[in-house]
């Protein structure tokens, strides 16, 4: 599975941002699409989950409520809605896929640099 995330950028405090993740290479039914982040100095952590068939969704106890991930089956693509976004979002944020099966995600996207002001 090849991904490519898009959709960073600068964003105050407050304000929404999408990214999104372009899949392809696999047929996808049978995987789970993340969202994870990296902050400066941090270690990566996971934010989103979904799943592919069910539409299932997990959220970090950090973003719920905020962030929305959602999936289009047609396109092939997934996304992150972000909304009330706050300095401490600020990260690179990457896209990544796993086997239904597999506790790992195997799969990553480069990632996309989100910076949120105060």
């Known amino acids: 599975v090849q991904l490519q995330a898009s959709g960073g950028g600068l964003v105050q405090a407050g304000g929404s941002l999408g990214l999104s993740c372009a899949a392809s290479?696999?047929?996808?039914?049978?995987?789970?699409m993340g969202w994870f982040r990296q902050a400066p100095g941090k270690e990566r952590e996971f934010v989103a989950r979904i799943w592919w068939r069910s539409d299932s969704t997990y959220y970090a106890d950090s973003v719920k409520g905020r962030f929305t991930i959602s999936r289009d089956n047609a396109k092939n693509m997934v996304y992150l809605q972000m909304n009330s976004l706050k300095p401490e979002d600020t990260a690179v944020y990457y896209c990544?896929?796993?086997?239904?099966?597999?506790?790992?995600?195997?799969?990553w996207g480069q990632g996309t640099l989100v910076t949120v002001s105060s």
């Open positions: 990544a896929a796993r086997v239904q099966a597999d506790a790992r995600y195997n799969y």
């Open positions: 290479g696999r047929t996808l039914n049978n995987y789970v």
